[in-house]
């Protein structure tokens, strides 16, 4: 026991002398570290001509725009709700059409289930880029293609979302590994089959889930398409804001805030009846 005690004071002895040998080169690493991310955000603080002054000499116009903004008006309330359903619908159809689209381009893209290997990285390389245009993009590009209106909207949120959507369906496929499906498989079943009784039901609450995270996500991004001519109620806020009618842009942001509000509580409520 004596000699026990000996050694442990002797190892801890022994590991701060080479924690204090190490520590100047860790102060060191530390140091050029904390050096580099600092002069990265000096650059992005440059680059995104950030300027404190313009903010406070601006918040006296912001407070004169918002008490002209009182009180709301609510003349065109029936135009205003009819926008809205059409925001709503947009992000219903496209989210809608992007998880049937999804559900295949996942199946394609996840590495441990491709019956195409050779298409992991060109459906990969697909995901990404939908995923790395924005659906005003999309939108803006579609206006062009079909015209003014909705479906422009529709097709735009259903791009984006289709990458954003496979790609995180394809992730939970390869980390929830083929255990069901092989067994599947052991039986004789061909592949089409395995997927639909053994992959299916096992990603079936997490593809409803984030389906319905897309659809809120999207009613919210359908807000400003109409800013592109894709409709919704994108369309008067637009308007509103380039005729400085404050009192209607007013009732338009508070419709808006209520009808997420309202979407966030029922899709929070169907989340939570799926786990």
């Not at 590495?111 to 659906?135: E, F, M, Q, V």
Request: net charge positive; with cysteine.
């Amino acid at each position: 026991m004596a000699a026990a005690d000996d050694t442990g004071p002797a190892q801890l002895q022994q590991a701060l002398a080479v924690r204090l040998r190490a520590s100047p080169r860790r102060r060191l690493i530390v140091a050029a570290w904390s050096a580099l991310a600092l002069a990265f955000f000096a650059l992005c603080w440059h680059l995104a001509q950030i300027d404190p002054a313009r903010l406070v000499e601006g918040l006296p116009k912001l407070g004169h725009w918002l008490a002209q903004a009182w009180p709301p008006d609510v003349a065109e309330l029936p135009l205003f709700g009819q926008r809205i359903a059409e925001t709503v619908a947009m992000a219903a159809i496209g989210t809608a059409a992007a998880t049937l689209l999804a559900l295949p381009m996942a199946v394609l893209a996840s590495r441990n289930i491709t019956p195409l290997p050779r298409l992991y990285y060109p459906a990969r390389w697909l995901l990404n880029a939908l995923r790395g245009i924005d659906s005003f993009v999309f939108a803006l590009l579609f206006v062009a293609a079909v015209g003014l209106g909705p479906f422009a909207g529709v097709l735009g949120i259903a791009l984006h979302t289709w990458g954003s959507a496979a790609k995180l369906l394809a992730d939970h496929i390869e980390n929830a590994g083929t255990g069901a499906l092989d067994a599947v498989r052991s039986t004789g079943a061909g592949r089409a089959t395995a997927i639909v009784y053994a992959l299916l039901p096992d990603i079936l609450p997490v593809l409803l889930s984030s389906t319905l995270f897309w659809w809120e996500f999207n009613v919210r991004a359908s807000t400003v398409l109409g800013v592109v001519g894709a409709g919704g109620i994108g369309l008067e806020l637009k308007n509103s804001l380039d005729l400085l009618d404050f009192p209607r842009l007013f009732t338009i942001i508070v419709l808006i805030l209520v009808v997420i509000t309202l979407l966030d509580q029922v899709s929070g409520w169907l989340r939570k009846r799926l786990t």
